[in-house]
Structures are given as structure tokens and as C-alpha cells.
């Protein structure tokens, strides 16, 4: 019998006897607004067991054995929007939810309960596609389960988001924050400023070693999307219930933007697209009128493209040294009669808000953006200091992502933030009363790519981090156990190796007191990964 191993946990579960056996003969029963949830199920079982399952209407003879019944049921919806229920028993399995995405992630519940081998491309002779019986109801903890790619600093291409969002949707988390603009790269077509991609998604040249370091990389590196590109991720992403924000980061890290139409800084360049990391000074000028048709005509294709009703606009790290010295920026503080460079922030953050909300979308930005005043239409997402300020911002009524940087950004080395550490991450500020929780719509984990350059580093510094995330989001507070999630994590970590994720070993992810101790001497330092990479990793 396989070890019951659900990663996240959830949230109610009953053991029962005995087991449901998958064959040739067994028959998926849909309603027919669940048929695509079918077909996805089919498709997934078909690879390993070679077994061609039939989808049909649900039939009304309940007697009827080896039976897989999805089923929409809206009376569930205590269970959440997200939730389902599971119950498993040896003539057959029903899962019913409220929405497809609940029978979704009914579906990668099963999908864990089954041997691992069932993740393999291959058919595979001798072995029992056996399930054990079980009764769950599940649901999660927060809307919001997020993970971001950075594809400014290095791009990756389709694939490895394909790969990335597989795996998302294998850990039920359900939003891609696709970071695709940096000071190093403009990775996304934008049809009506072609310099964009022309010049701003190649660079001569990369850092390499770390934030102090003076080594280059002498290899070009390039990249970007094509329109057409995007649509056939967003709509991959759709059948996986993955949702995809777009983040056009904006007034800084534009350096590479700035490369191509250096008319919208301030001195007016030339410029280069950035080829060392860390933060630039400069950034898209602010008191000239042209910067924000520019930045409109740019985000009219982006609202265009993505069907998200919410758009990052990133908004961190902005140096303000240019437009002290900018007669444009000094013209506008006193037009606009503002105090100083950080009210100018704030007044291009609210013209970018505006000009969003009048398409329908909601403005996002990093903690950076927020001020005492800010509207609660805004959704932060907290990365670094401006604890008060999202605490205010919460009881406003206005909703947060929660991204603390030493607890879950990924591009730390595992001495600096262990996989323990990335576990008892707890989003809910202390002392915040119980009636503002449900502003706060749960944890995104940022994968910032300095130092990571294919997909293999990539999984390396993503898993297993993002498994412990998956689970804090989705998982109750109370039911969370570190040294029982490790124990499921063993199991499945070799569905990974069959998956062929390049994860961090053990003796990397759990790195010793004396490792820990001097582990923040590492965050200015390229990681380093072991060499035991996994032998089929991508
Ligand atoms: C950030 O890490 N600059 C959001
Ligand atoms: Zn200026």
C-alpha cells in the first residue's frame, strides 16, 4: 500500500480500509461543464498506465463500480471557492466541488495518492494503480499562492515556465507573477515600441560572482516574448487554474528600457542595458508629459494582453537622484505642489493607478508605493521594511502579498534561508486583529535570477523551498509540522526526481547550526549549488 504523503496537507482527512484500483475498465464520470477537468485527468493517467479511460455523462445507476465521479456541487461552497471534497473508497471515487478548480485540485490529490511512477512518460508493465481509501475535505488556507519569475536578469524561455508551472499546479498554488522587465532586460514584444525587444532584451555582457564582483560573463545574453508567445502561456496556464500577473516595473529598474528611447529619462542617456546587478539610478523621468503616453501606449498592450485583473508595476528601488537635479521632475514637484522626490513617486504611482483602474485593473506594486495615505485599491506586496504602513494599509481595507525577503526569497543561498526557516515563515502580522485577516491574500515566493542562468539552477534554488511555501499557504496554522512535512517531502521529492527537477539535496536545504550561523555572509555572493545534480534534471 503506498504512505499517505499529500503535500500541502490538507486540511480534513479520514483513512479508511482498503483501496480503489484504477484499470483499463475504469470509467470517468463528468458533468458536462467539468469535461476539460476530465480530459486533464485522462491525459495525466494515460503516459504511465497506458490505460485510454473512458468520459462519460454521470449515469443515474449508483450502483455501478470502478467509477471516477466529478461532480459540481454547489452546496460545497463552504469549503471555499478553491475547496473539494475526496472520498475514496473500493468501488469508486468521487470528487465534488463547487468550481472546476476545486475538482482540479481533487485531481493532484489523487495524483499523490497514486505510486509516483505514474509521473513517468512511459508505459509501465506490473504495476497497481491502487489508491487508498480515504475521505478529505480541503481547502486552502489563502487566495493568493504565489511564485514569481524574474526574466529581466535571465531569460529562460517557454519552457521552463511550462516546467515551473507544472510543478505549481502539482503543489495546488495558483498565481505566476512573471517579472518581465529589469535594468538587465525588456523581455516582452510591445508592438507600437519595437526598440524595446531590438535593443533592450540583448546585452553584451553579464556579472558573475556575486554583487561585488568585478568578473564578467563575455557571452551575449537575449531574450524575449512574442505576443503570441504570452497567449500560449496564459492559456497553458489557464488549463493548469494557474492565474499570471504581468509586472512591467516602473519608474526604476528601467534601465534597459531607457537603453532603447532614452528620450523618457532624464539627462537623456545614452544608455546601455545594464550588464552589473543592484540597484541603478537611472530611471524613467517623471515631469516630462512624453514618459507617460510612452508608459500608457505600453501598458494598453499589456491590459490587452493579459486577461488579469490586476497589474505589477513593480515601483521598488527608485533612486531619486536624477530628478532632484531634473528641471522636468522639479517643475512638476512645484506644479503639482509636492513636497519632495518621494511625494513625485507617489504621484506617478497614482496617474499609472488611474489610467489602470480606467481600463478595469487593479494596480500592484511592491511595498515601496504604499505611503500613509495610500488608496486601498492598491495591492502591495511586502518584501522589506514598511511594517506600519502595511499594517495601516491592511485595516484600510487594503489587500497585501506577503513576500519577506530573508524568509522566502529564493535566490538566497539554503544557509541563509534553510528550508525550515522558508517553513515557519507566518505572514500575519503580530497583533492584527482577527477582522482584518482576510485582507491579506497569502505568500508569494520571488525568484529573483541574478545568479541563476538555465533551468536547472533555477529548480535548484526553487525546490524544495516552494514545496514548504505551497504548504504554508495552503494548509492551516495549527496543522502545520515541520518534521512531518520533511517525512512527506522524502516521498516526494523522488516524484520529483521522475519529474526531473533538479531540487537542492538534503545536506544543502538543511544546512548545520555552524552553516546557518555565518549564512548571511552569503547574500552578496553567488550561491553555491552542490555538485550532485540528479541525473535526468532538465
Ligand atoms: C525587490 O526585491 N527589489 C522587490
Ligand atoms: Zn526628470
Known sequence: MNEINIIPKPTNMIIGEGSFKITEQTVIESDSKLREVAKYFKDLLLPATGFNLVITDPKTDSTKSNIIYLKLNGKLDVLSE????????????????????????????????????????????????????????????????????????????????????????????NVFHWHLTEDQGWRIEIKKYPLLTEVGSKRAKTQIGGFLSKKMDTTPHEGYYTQEEIKEIISYADKLFIKIIPEIDIPGHSKAALAAYPKFSCTGGPFQVSTTFGIKKDVFCVGKEITFEFLNNALDEIVRLFPSNIIHIGGDEVPKKRWKKCSDCQERIKRENLQNEKELQK???????????????????????????????????????????????????????????????????????????????????????????????????????????????????????????????????????????????????????????????????QPTFIKKLFGFLTIFKEPKRSSLYIKNAK
Open 347 to 509: 504621484y506617478f504611482t497614482n496617474r499609472i493607478k488611474k489610467y489602470l483602474s480606467s481600463h478595469g485593473r487593479r494596480i500592484m506594486g511592491w511595498n515601496q508605493i504604499l505611503n500613509d495615505k495610500s488608496s486601498n485599491e492598491i495591492i502591495a506586496q511586502k518584501w522589506l521594511f514598511g511594517k506600519k504602513i502595511i499594517k495601516n494599509h491592511l485595516i484600510n481595507g487594503g489587500n497585501v502579498v506577503f513576500s519577506q525577503f530573508g524568509n522566502i526569497y529564493l535566490d538566497y543561498s539554503y544557509k541563509r534561508t534553510s528550508l525550515s526557516k522558508a517553513y515557519y515563515y507566518e505572514p500575519v502580522p503580530k497583533k492584527l486583529h482577527q477582522d482584518y485577516h482576510n485582507n491579506i491574500l497569502g505568500i508569494e515566493a520571488p525568484m529573483w535570477t541574478e545568479w541563476v542562468r538555465n533551468v536547472r539552477e533555477l529548480d535548484w534554488q526553487t525546490f524544495p523551498r516552494l514545496i514548504a511555501i505551497a504548504e504554508s499557504n495552503w494548509t492551516p496554522k495549527e496543522q502545520k509540522n515541520y518534521k512531518s512535512f520533511t517525512n512527506r517531502l522524502d516521498y516526494l521529492l523522488k516524484r520529483l526526481d521522475i519529474l526531473g527537477v533538479n531540487y537542492a539535496q538534503k545536506q544543502e536545504y
Open 82 to 173: 478553491e475547496g473539494y471534497s475526496l472520498r475514496i473508497n473500493q468501488e469508486r471515487i468521487v470528487i465534488s466541488a463547487p468550481k472546476a478548480i476545486g475538482i482540479f485540485y481533487g485531481i493532484q490529490t489523487i495524483r499523490q495518492l497514486l505510486p509516483i511512477e505514474v509521473e513517468e512518460v512511459e508505459k509501465r508493465k506490473n504495476i497497481e494503480w491502487i489508491i487508498p481509501s480515504i475521505e478529505i475535505k480541503d481547502y486552502p488556507r489563502f487566495p493568493w499562492r504565489g511564485y514569481m519569475l524574474d526574466e529581466g536578469r535571465h531569460f529562460l524561455g517557454k519552457e521552463a515556465v511550462k516546467h515551473i508551472l507544472n510543478l505549481m499546479a502539482l503543489f495546488k498554488m
